[in-house]
């Protein structure tokens, strides 16, 4: 009886629980895409990149072809993460340095 009320009371509380503001903010690396490829976060925020495709990609900040040295995950293969706090607001574009040159692209919107 005591496990079961317990776990009640373990179960309230998820209910209760705030999500940080600097979460994780997860973004997909699916094949040849970002999921989503475009995120607002607040200043301040971390996003997190998985790999949960077969193929390895990145998450390297600016253009195909014309990176900008803001941040570079190298490569991350299947089940792999990365993390970058945006500490300025703007527009931050990133691709995949395998595939960005067939579009995998994003940006990411700090506020």
Not at 9 to 21: A, Y
């Amino acid at each position: 009886m005591r496990t079961v009320a317990v776990l009640g009371l373990m179960l309230l509380g998820l209910g209760c629980t705030k999500t940080p503001t600097n979460g994780p903010n997860p973004v997909a690396m699916q094949d040849f895409r970002f999921a989503p490829e475009s995120l607002d976060v607040a200043v301040g925020d971390t996003v997190t990149w998985t790999n949960q495709g077969s193929y390895q990609h990145s998450s390297t900040s600016g253009q195909p072809g014309a990176p900008d040295g803001k941040w570079d995950s190298g490569l991350l293969g299947h089940g792999g993460s990365f993390a970058h706090v945006f500490t300025a607001a703007g527009n931050y574009h990133y691709y995949c340095q395998v595939h960005g040159a067939t579009g995998m692209k994003g940006v990411i919107s700090a506020k």
